[in-house]
């Protein structure tokens, strides 16, 4: 059953001071086009995402994905550099960000959500969709479930397992610690892998947006129950033949996630592929360290559909 239902954006939400301590123009008029908040209910849980230009007219739908154990806050910034183009929907996974909790995660049910928030909210035309690291990998799959759902898939800095892949991402542990205010538990904040140049402003508005206020104190939104055990419970070659879409493969110069090697070893298994495209100097968290290169990218790849994919260094 999916049903949807909309809500004021920003409610419950920390105050994220837009615009101070000296933060640049493009940040501040992102920040003053907040995205608007739906929740769409997928198998029994409330999916939530937020929308950027859906009030100015019919226009195709830009699914936005983020990475796991990440949110649909991690957007926020870049979203509107698209909204005059398109419907721009940024979604949280359930257990993540402000969706639902499930009793357990199974790896193909984020690709469920993803197809059913796609076609919520394409209006029965086929959608873009970009997805960030572990999002990348559930866009892929869904892909695979769905070809006829999707015009375009960009998979950005996004790992995908082969048989003979002897990287593997275990469980991590998560606290369940409460803070006695939400700058402590932003201190706290690491990201996973960390990466250099980070501006600290992006990284405490992702932090920041991660928090929620409850009686005790503030605790992360995240369900601890959410882990990394595994990106896609098919064998990345089988997976990646069977996927029609056309999928451009981006992938940051310094990633500690997807190596030259790898991004490319994805592109070559795909039947339609671009890339891999680099983001020079762009470690795993683009839209953190290189978030102008990564719009300019992924502008750059929708308004070239048909022909070769733009070189980026």
Known sequence: MVTERMLASGAEEPDDHPGSNGTPMWYRKAMEQPGE??????????????????????KPLLLLLHGLRAHARWWDFLAPMFASS?????MDFSGMGDSARRESYDVSQFAREIIAVAQT????????????SYGGGR?????????SLFERAIAVDAHVYFRDDNLRMPP???????????????????LT??????????????????????????????????TADGHTEIDGETLLSGISVPVDVVVGEQSKVVS?????????????????????????????????????????LLANQTHGAPHAR
């Open 260 to 300: 030259q090697a790898l991004a490319q070893r994805i592109a070559t298994h795909l039947v339609n592929a671009r890339g891999p495209i680099t983001i020079p100097s762009g470690h795993h968290h683009l839209m953190l360290d290189q978030p102008i290169a990564l719009v300019a990218t992924i502008n750059a």
């Open 193 to 226: 892998p960390e990466q250099p140049d980070t501006p600290n402003f992006l990284l405490t508005h992702v932090a920041r947006h991660g928090l929620k206020h409850t009686d005790d104190g503030w605790r992360w939104k995240l369900d601890p129950a959410v």
């Open 172 to 190: 991590q542990p998560l606290g369940t610690k409460i803070y006695a205010s939400a700058d402590a538990a932003i201190a706290r904040f690491r």
């Open 86 to 90: 398109y419907h721009v929907v940024a």
């Open 139 to 147: 866009l892929l799959r869904a892909c695979y479930e769905q070809p």
């Open 37 to 58: 908040s739906h929740f769409l209910n997928v198998d029994g849980a409330a999916i939530h995402s937020l929308h950027w230009g859906h009030r100015s007219g019919e």
């Open 121 to 132: 909210y394409g209006a029965g035309a086929p959608v873009n969709a970009v997805g960030h």
